[in-house]
């Protein structure tokens, strides 16, 4: 029986097919899942300084604060 790959964390599925590399099923779950959220932020060439140190700063508290709940 095959476990619910919708159910299953980026975590949990990442791991899954790294022990079951024979499982297309479970791959395809998870590079859907990598597609469906884009893991890199763009930002403009002409932010300052001190906006890229306050946009990095903010996305650490987020990070912070996600992991907290």
């Known amino acids: ?3 619910n790959f919708e159910q299953m964390s980026k975590t949990e599925l990442r791991k899954y097919v ?3 590399p024979d499982d297309q ?3 395809y779950a998870l590079v859907d899942r990598l597609t469906a959220q884009p893991s890199s932020q763009v930002y ?3 932010m300052t300084p001190g906006e890229i ?3 990095i700063l903010s996305h ?3 990070k912070q604060h996600s992991t907290d709940t």
């Open 53 to 55: 140190q306050e946009t």
């Open 44 to 46: 403009p060439a002409s």
């Open 25 to 27: 099923e479970a791959f």
């Open 18 to 20: 790294a022990t079951h």
């Open 60 to 62: 650490i508290q987020n």
């Open 1 to 3: 029986m095959k476990p």
